[in-house]
């Protein structure tokens, strides 16, 4: 009897799964706030150049008389005429910007605060020559991400799912808080850093923990509950950002929920499928007892002894007592296959989301809108996406989400700019493929990594997925050189990647594999079933040839 089994005889997914699953997806909801938290918190309001603190404007002239006007006729965000510039007025207005020389803003800047009344941009003057700071803050955010996802993913797979997710809670409450009462710029990153690296390791630990105690036909539910709770958050999100516009309680709001998180996470049970696989049967049975108790099994659990458990877990419990460490997944020849693969699809999802998802402000709508339909869009994405994951299988849904995804990106890239309804529509349509990609590779990352370092491979998997995020606002720079070459290099990677999706094996209706030699006999089971048939055929050739004799 496998591990599958038992969790069916104590009760399938009973009143544990139920709850448990809960309280392990609820924390996702925000998740979603701080990944996408910047468009908000480092909104760029639009701004110009604050003239000298000495000048009367009533006897100088208007404010326009100290700003420069664009090829537009705009005034410029980071030019002061260095005196007044008086004069009849022009068509254009670029006829008074040629008789006056200009400075860069040695005043500051003003800002305009209808919109959003303070964010980390206007507080700390992150425009002009400073405007890079404004995407380091981002980047670092997604630097600790990627740190978390390496450092969590391991210590996962040593120290068990529970503690590290019970400390990442805490991490997060922490580190949220602070970064809401930051005193400047760089305590602000830091904090942000240390948000990014916990909330790696929650969405690893997350996903991990409630598959390990669900039943195998019903692991395509907890992926999809888990990326519909995670749009959700985007929705949240967007009311949350226009009902409290300052920055600093709108980062405070979206991390003191996880302080209430750590505390009811002391009340997770640990997975006895990881607790088998490190060979520690006593913790197993006593986990195992507790879910029957609370499933209302407890027949089913008192007659669990430790002999049964040595007979139905076996093969974990021989083959399962050392941890493997992160260089199996490039020294074993099936987990490389596996690495090399999945790498791909994790960078490509997340390289070409967050090139769409962090750039609300170039579409030309309300920012708060578009943060509304880039939610919605994941509504009908994830429910096609699960009915082909469930039905159909996981490799065509990761191989069409991803496909769609990328000829979306490319089609944008050849509209007009000018048709701002087409292009955010497809946008809009490539966000959906892309969100039903990261549902799907999600659930297919776990399913096809061994249990022995199923979660060092989630998190190898989401440090190339934030080796993309960190990427992808470098390719933003090069729309200096034409405005479309992001767009085709965010399409071109996705269409690239789904080719390796035809390179893994389907996951549909199989159990978990718990050792390295699981996923082998998983890889060469057509041609072992072939060998068994041919012996098969051997044999009486061979006792016939005997008898001859």
């Avoid at 409290?244 to 997770?268: E, G, K, N, T």
């Avoid at 094996?505 to 041609?527: I, S």
């Amino acid at each position: 009897m496998a591990f599958n089994d038992l969790l069916l005889q104590l009760g399938g997914v009973g009143r544990f799964q139920k709850i448990q699953v809960t309280l392990v997806i609820l924390p996702v909801i925000l998740m979603a706030s701080h990944n996408t938290l910047q468009n908000f918190t480092a909104a760029i309001p639009t701004h110009h150049c604050r003239p000298p603190a000495n000048t009367n404007l009533s006897e100088d002239g208007d404010l326009e008389a100290w700003l420069p006007r664009d090829g537009q006729g705009r005034p410029e965000s980071c030019l002061l005429f260095t005196s007044p510039q008086r004069g009849p007025p022009f068509p254009n207005g670029t006829e008074t910007n040629g008789t006056g020389a200009t400075e860069p803003c040695p005043h500051g800047w003003i800002y305009d605060n209808s919109t959003f009344p303070s964010t980390i941009v206007t507080e700390w003057d992150l425009v002009c020559s400073h405007r890079a700071l404004r995407q380091l803050a981002q980047s670092l955010y997604m630097m600790g991400v990627l740190f978390g996802a390496m450092i969590f993913g391991c210590l996962a797979d040593r120290l068990g799912r529970r503690r590290v997710l019970i400390f990442n809670y805490l991490q997060t409450a922490v580190s949220g808080t602070c970064a809401a009462f930051a005193p400047n710029f760089p305590v602000y990153c830091a904090f942000r850093l240390l948000s990014g690296m916990s909330l790696a390791g929650i969405v690893l630990n997350c996903m991990t923990l409630n598959v390990e105690w669900m039943p195998i036909h019903t692991r395509a539910y907890v992926g999809t509950l888990t990326g519909y709770t995670y749009s959700l958050g985007q929705f949240l999100l967007a009311g949350v950002a226009y009902a409290v516009p300052h920055w600093r309680y709108l980062q405070l709001l979206v991390s003191v929920p996880f302080f209430a998180f750590f505390i009811y996470s002391w009340f997770f049970i640990e997975s006895a499928r990881w607790y088998a696989s490190s060979g520690r049967l006593d913790l197993t049975l006593r986990n195992l007892q507790r879910v029957a108790w609370i499933n209302g099994k407890q027949e089913e659990g008192a007659n669990l002894s430790m002999e049964a458990l040595q007979a139905s877990l076996q093969k974990e419990l021989t083959t399962g007592k050392s941890q493997a460490s992160a260089l199996e997944l490039l020294r074993c020849p099936a987990l490389r296959h596996l690495f090399l693969c999945l790498s791909m699809l994790w960078f490509a999802t997340s390289f070409a989301y967050y090139g769409l998802v962090m750039d609300l402000q170039g579409f030309g709508v309300s920012i708060y809108l578009i943060q509304v339909i880039f939610g919605a869009v994941d509504l009908p994405a994830k429910l096609v996406s699960f009915l082909v994951i469930n039905n159909v299988g996981r490799r065509p849904a990761q191989m069409a989400s991803l496909l769609l995804a990328g000829i979306c990106i490319l089609i944008n890239g050849v509209v007009p700019q000018d048709k701002s309804m087409v292009r955010t529509s497809l946008a809009v349509l490539g966000k959906g493929c892309l969100a039903s990609s990261f549902n799907c590779v999600f659930l297919y990352t776990g399913e096809v990594y061994p249990t022995m370092i199923r979660q060092t491979g989630l998190g190898m998997g989401s440090t190339l997925a934030r080796v993309g995020s960190i990427v992808s606002p470098l390719v933003s720079m090069t729309a200096e050189l034409y405005p479309s070459v992001p767009l085709f290099i965010y399409g071109v990677v996705p269409v690239a990647a789904s080719a390796a999706v035809a390179l893994l094996p389907e996951t549909l209706g199989q159990p978990l594999p718990d050792t390295v030699q699981d996923v082998e006999n998983r890889r060469r089971g057509k041609t072992r079933k072939q060998q068994e048939e041919l012996q098969k055929q051997m044999v009486p050739l061979q006792a016939s040839a005997q008898v001859k004799n």
